[in-house]
Every structure is written in C-alpha cells, then in structure tokens.
C-alpha cells in the first residue's frame, strides 16, 4: 500500500467497516452504550439543510442541528464553494507572523453589527476557547479573580469555564475549580446583592440557557448591564448557541437595546457548519490591558486561531444569514412552532410548558407525569429518571424520524435546534410528530412506554 494516496471515499468505507467495534474499543464505550441503548446508533451518509440521510437511504428531520452548529443549514453550497476555492487558491494559513487578513475583515465585520463597542476580537476554534479568553480578559482588566455566573449554566467544560457552569453534575469530581459564585438566573436582586462584594471580575450570562431552554426576561440583561458597570464587574454575555439568528435577531442580546456587554462570546453557529471557530469580541480598553505593550503583543494566543479556512467559513456564515434573512425566519418559524407546541402543552399532562425564543425551544415534561409513569413500571428505580426523557426522543427518532435530544442527561425537557433553514412543511411535521407521540404516551398501556423501560433496563445490564 505504500505510496498509494488515500481517498476520501476509501477512508469513510474503511471506516465504516470498523466503527462498531473501534469507536467502542478506541473512542467512548459509554457513549456507544447509550446510543445502543436508546436506537440512536444510525449511519448517516448525508446532510442537506435540515436533513440528514441514512446508508438504507431514510431520511430524517434534524432538530438537534449538531447542538445548533448548522444554522445556515447542512453543507451549504455557497459554503461549499467559497470554502473549495479557498483550499485550491494556496493562500497559507497560520503564517503567523503576519497582519491577517481575513481576521481583521471578519473582526471589523463582527465589531459593525454588536452592540455596544466591541472593537476587537480573538479568534480561537471553539465556544469554550472563547469563554476562556473572556475569563483570562476579565482578571487582568479588573484585577479580581472570581466569576458570577448563573444556576443551570453552561459555558463549555475546560477548567476555566467549568468553574462558571450550572450544572452540579458535570462539575462533580474536576475541582478544585477557579473562584465562582453561583446565583438564579434571570434574578436581579440576586445580582446586585453578589455584585456588591465587589470580588467578581466577569458576570457570564446566556441569553437563553442551553440547558433550562429559558429566556431572560425582557430588560433583565439591560439592567444586568447597568448593575456590572455600576459595581466594576464586567458583563460577558455568551452567544455560543443563540448568536447568529438563532433566536431572531443575529445576536439575542439584541432584544434588549439597553443591553451594552464589555465582551460577547460565539461560536457554533459562526462555524458554518463545517469549520470550527470561536469569536471573543472585546471593548478596546478592556483588550488594552492584557495586550498592553509589544512583549505582551501574544500574552495570549493559540497556534490554531485564525485560520484561512475558519475565517472564511465565518464571514461567509455571516453573508448567507443576511442574503436569506436567517433571524427573521427564525423568528417567523419559532413562534409559529412555539405556538403549536403551547398548545400541545395545554392538550397533553405529560407536556407542562414551552420555554425559549426563535428556534431554540424547549418543552419541558411534566414531572409528577414521568413521577407516577416511572412508578408504575415495575424494576425501575431513580438512575431511570435520567433516561425518562430519552424515552420521548426515542419514540420521535423511531416512528417520526426526527432527531432530538434533552437539553442534558439529567433534565426532562425536550430540545429544538433545527438548522435556520428549516422550511414550513418540516415545521408542520415536527408539530404533528410531537402531539402524536404526547398522545401515545398517555394512551393506557402506551407501547411506549414499555419500549422506554426496556431500554432502561438494557442500560442496567
Ligand atoms: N457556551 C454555550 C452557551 C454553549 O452552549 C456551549 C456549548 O454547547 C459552550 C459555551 C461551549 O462551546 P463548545 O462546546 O464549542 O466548547
């Protein structure tokens, strides 16, 4: 086989032949379990706007949208082109020692359309990268070490951004973590009371939370704003998953005209889908002290960051959300979808309430429901309340084929990401997919319900 140039194809059919049996062994056993377990252990072959096509040729509705990463939609094909170009015009990338300049065309892009007065930015190549930056940023600009951050948060998992996570669970057994107080979300009394001690260098705060699915309230981030500056700390919203028109506007933070951040974080979504890259967008004075003279021109910076191809796939991410006007279909598809499934909460017990904006939605499921459901399945015990969610995502990807998630292992909300291209047709199915499977669920007997304990009691196994 020596010297013989691999193929694309090749690669993907030996790797195919073997993923069974190697991502198990070589990659994650539990992950492998959990998708065994709950049937989502599928071969896709192709990705097109919102859809995703199995090796039998089926095809699905993707509503988990790689986490939100596919906003403009799967394999775009003025993604595609301008990206193919890029790699056959041999431009270098990571020369270094250069003045980039698809960075500082992307930067001043990203500083024309923020609010407030981010003139800078730090590319890096994912959202917790960024939120580290920001964290690093804020100590040296304000001389404090702690972060304030909110229950339920979740800002990425290194050291650094872990310590600003909600989520008692993914922190459990990684500490001791960096300085970090925890408050409710959405809660100014609770912000300006921790603000007061005047021992927090950053308040990091989603618009809409990845991991609750709720909102801010309206003018809770613009008071946020106003109560940072006030006590010295400085406001660093996080726009990994909303940014780029996710909830309606290109930025959520946008909802609140009152609301000024000193940073603001993205990532996923800039990505295009295909090429990996974060964004820490920073008010000049801030930026000025950590880069503050030339032998700290590089204080902080990464091999990776900057990319030919990761700057290309942000500024053309950016262009295809203005041509085809993403936010406002977002906003146009979320509320009518938001609507639909109000009143599928109205109609069905085991569904309690809608939470988000735009196409980042939540239905939360009814605890005393999945309470008196786990309690009359015989065997099942508390790890099962974890896998009850998962029941409903299953049953959609089964009879439906629509992909779906919880909004995290440990919570019974059922989450929608789909790419911003979704159209109206899919939207209509998804609807009609979700009250029919509430409906199976609290039919007498449900099927489903019996197929939802045996996967738990496989998990056991
Ligand atoms: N911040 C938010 C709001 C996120 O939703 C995520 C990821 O889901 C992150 C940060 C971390 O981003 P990444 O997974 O790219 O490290």
Redesign the pocket.
């Known amino acids: 086989m020596r010297g013989e140039r691999s193929s694309f194809t090749k690669l993907m059919t030996d790797a195919r032949e073997g993923v069974a049996r190697d991502y198990a062994t070589h990659v994650n056993p539990q992950f492998a379990r959990l998708l065994d377990c709950t049937g989502f252990d599928r071969r896709y072959v192709r990705g097109e706007g919102a859809k995703l096509w199995d090796d039998a040729g089926t095809e699905y509705l993707d509503c988990i949208g790689g ?1 939100a990463v596919h906003a403009i939609g799967r394999n775009h094909p003025d993604m595609i082109a301008t990206l193919t170009e890029a790699l056959h015009s041999g431009v270098p990338s990571w020369v270094q020692f250069e003045r980039n300049p698809l960075a500082a065309l992307l930067a001043r892009r990203l500083a024309e359309r923020t609010p407030g007065d981010l003139q800078h930015a730090f590319f890096s190549n ?4 960024a ?1 580290e930056c920001a964290l690093k940023l804020a100590r040296r600009a304000t001389n404090r070490s702690a972060v304030l951050h909110c229950a339920m948060s ?4 290194t050291l650094g ?1 872990l310590a600003a996570n909600g989520n008692e669970h993914l922190r459990d057994g990684f500490g001791p973590l960096g300085e970090s107080k925890s408050i409710p979300f959405d809660d100014l009394a609770a912000l300006e009371q921790a603000l007061a001690s005047r021992q927090c260098a950053a308040f990091l705060v ?1 618009p809409v939370q ?1 991991k609750s699915c709720r909102s801010a309230s309206d003018g809770y981030l613009g008071e946020a704003a106003r109560l940072c500056k006030k006590h010295g700390t400085l406001l660093v919203i ?1 726009e ?2 909303t940014g780029v028109g996710r909830t309606g506007k290109f930025l959520a933070c946008e909802h609140d005209a009152a609301c000024q951040p000193d940073m603001l ?1 993205l ?2 979504a800039l990505s295009g889908g295909l090429v990996p890259v ?1 964004a820490t967008l920073v008010r000049s004075d801030i930026w000025a002290k950590t880069f503050d003279s030339m032998s700290h021109a590089l204080v902080h910076a990464s091999t990776f960051q900057s990319g030919v191809l990761a700057m290309t796939a942000a500024l053309t991410t950016i262009e295809i959300h203005d041509r085809e006007q993403l936010s406002a279909r977002a906003a146009r598809l979320g509320s009518t979808l938001r609507s639909a499934f109000e009143s599928a909460a109205q109609k069905y017990h085991v569904a309690k309430e809608v939470r988000g904006r735009g196409l980042m939605l939540g239905i939360g499921l009814h605890k005393d429901f999945a309470e008196r459901l786990l309690a009359s399945i015989p065997l099942l015990g508390n790890l099962e309340r974890v896998l009850f969610g998962q029941a409903f995502t299953m049953e959609l990807l089964a009879e439906h084929r629509i992909l779906c998630q919880v909004s995290d292992s440990h919570s019974n909300i059922l989450k929608f990401t789909p790419p911003l291209v979704i159209d109206d047709a899919s939207c209509a199915q998804l609807i009609q997919s979700v009250n029919a499977v509430f409906a199976k669920f609290e039919s007498p007997g449900s099927a489903s319900l019996h197929g939802a304990a045996r996967v738990v009691l496989r998990a056991r196994q």
């Open positions: 986490y994912s959202g917790t990268e939120i979740f800002h990425g998992l951004a989603e990845g996080d990994v998953q974080v990532s996923k974060g």
